[in-house]
């Protein structure tokens, strides 16, 4: 029953967003905002992790192909198409999950301890409006842009390593990312991509909006949040793994 009502309460704060704006000014202020303590306040994570990811994965490659019969060239074929359909979506947005999504829950739960949105409600403002759908609109323009960031460092991180290391030349490397490539990897890691991050936005926003207590609830929240988007984040792979592959 409290997931029910939990469930009802999160699709009910999503109807109420969508309503007429008091001052377009304001909310695309705060939209650009947003925007910027997203992704810019993002990126160094999500460049870091993404080289390193590339540069993993072309390592493990290489040691797990060790047969004569398979050419150099398809530790990058295999790179490329690890990188664009799981770990640039799916690992770049579970780490967002924590750095986004508990900087979402625990702004909105302190101005909801505070009464700050108590006191936007008795002057007539739509808080949720206000509040939440710019958190919201700010994720699913940027996160899918760190997506696309995060993809295109990734393979050049296992192409820097595979020279690196010796495992394999550059042109051998750039012939193995031409060779069979499928556009609707791309069109399947943006879909997730943008699916993760209307999940990383809302969720978070729903449990900060909501929280009652103090401070030691508004960690509780935003702990939660970043617990419950990992898994709807997880699930949702699974989900859109097995209807559009």
Request: glycine share 8%; net charge positive; proline share 3%.
């Amino acid at each position: 029953m409290k997931f029910i009502q939990e469930f009802g309460r999160y699709i009910l704060m999503l109807r109420d967003m969508f309503s007429k704006p008091e001052n377009r000014k304001v909310y695309w202020k705060e939209f650009m905002h947003q925007c910027n303590d997203i992704g810019i306040g993002s990126l160094g994570i999500v460049v870091i992790i993404s080289v390193f990811m590339g540069a993993v994965s072309t390592l493990q490659t290489a040691y797990q192909l060790v047969s004569p019969l398979i050419p150099k060239s398809s530790i990058a074929q295999i790179v490329r198409d690890t990188v664009l359909l799981e770990f640039a979506p799916t690992l770049v947005c579970i780490v967002l999950a924590g750095v986004v999504g508990s900087k979402i829950a625990s702004e909105l739960g302190n101005m909801r301890v505070s009464e700050q949105i108590d006191a936007l409600e008795i002057m007539g403002i739509n808080t949720k409006t206000y509040l939440v759908l710019p958190k919201i609109v700010a994720a699913l323009v940027v996160i899918p842009m760190l997506v696309v960031i995060s993809a295109g460092l990734g393979i050049w991180g296992g192409r820097l390593a595979g020279q690196a290391a010796n495992i394999l030349s550059t042109t051998d490397f750039d012939k193995g990312l031409l060779n069979a490539f499928l556009p609707y990897n791309v069109f399947f890691a943006m879909v997730k991509a943008y699916v993760f991050s209307f999940i990383i936005s809302s969720v978070p926003a729903f449990y900060g909006y909501y929280v009652q207590g103090g401070a030691l609830e508004i960690g509780r929240a935003s702990t939660k949040s970043v617990v419950v988007s990992c898994v709807l984040i997880l699930f949702a792979d699974y989900v859109l793994a097995a209807i559009l592959l």
